[in-house]
């Protein structure tokens, strides 16, 4: 039923959770590939040239720091990678870039993804108000069916 699995990482245990759920999946049916991802975020504070009073990183500045996290973004994934194909399944890996949920969903239509496994931080109230819940929009937006894991030692929060 699963051909390929799209694994979306952000370099947290907690993220790293949903692997043995992958693993037992890609087990009990033909899973061609896993493709594990991480997407670097466009820089969440302004980048630009400072003149006139205004500040800010110079846009100099701001393509390296992005270019660093892309370039570490990179080398998690290579030892994801690793990691996966120790444990028996071909595995590929992309780093993307944009609005995280916005940038998987994309990805997993126009790369034929047949399931996504993702784990939840499983924020509620005033948090997930102010930080948003990627795996809310991932489960409401996106048509390509959506696996959500909830971190090892989770209580029922009713």
Same mark, same amino acid.
């Given at each position: 039923?699963?051909?390929?699995?799209?694994?979306?990482?952000?370099? @947290?245990?907690?993220?790293?959770?949903?692997?043995?759920?992958?693993?037992?999946?890609? @087990?009990? @049916?033909?899973?061609?590939?896993?493709?594990?991802?991480?997407?670097?975020?466009?820089?969440?504070?302004?980048?630009?040239?400072?003149?006139?009073?205004?500040?800010?990183?110079?846009?100099?500045?701001?393509?390296?720091?992005?270019?660093?996290?892309?370039?570490?973004?990179?080398?998690?994934?290579?030892?994801?990678?690793?990691?996966?194909?120790?444990?028996?399944?071909?595995?590929?890996?992309?780093?993307?870039?944009?609005?995280?949920?916005?940038?998987?969903?994309?990805?997993?239509?126009?790369?034929?993804?047949?399931?996504?496994?993702?784990?939840?931080?499983?924020?509620?109230?005033?948090?997930?108000?102010?930080?948003?819940?990627?795996?809310?929009?991932?489960?409401?937006?996106?048509?390509?069916?959506?696996?959500?894991?909830?971190?090892?030692?989770?209580?029922?929060?009713?």
């Amino acid at each position: 039923m699963y051909k390929k699995i799209m694994v979306p990482l952000d370099g @947290s245990d907690l993220a790293e959770n949903v692997l043995p759920h992958v693993k037992a999946i890609a @087990s009990g @049916s033909q899973v061609e590939q896993v493709v594990l991802v991480r997407v670097v975020d466009p820089l969440g504070y302004p980048i630009m040239v400072r003149a006139h009073g205004e500040f800010g990183i110079p846009e100099k500045n701001g393509k390296q720091i992005q270019q660093e996290r892309r370039k570490d973004a990179e080398t998690y994934l290579q030892e994801m990678e690793k990691q996966v194909k120790a444990e028996g399944l071909k595995v590929g890996s992309a780093v993307l870039e944009g609005e995280i949920a916005e940038t998987i969903i994309q990805y997993a239509t126009k790369n034929a993804v047949d399931l996504i496994v993702m784990s939840t931080h499983g924020r509620s109230g005033i948090s997930r108000w102010l930080l948003g819940s990627i795996a809310g929009r991932m489960v409401s937006h996106s048509c390509v069916p959506v696996l959500m894991v909830r971190a090892p030692g989770c209580e029922p929060k009713l």
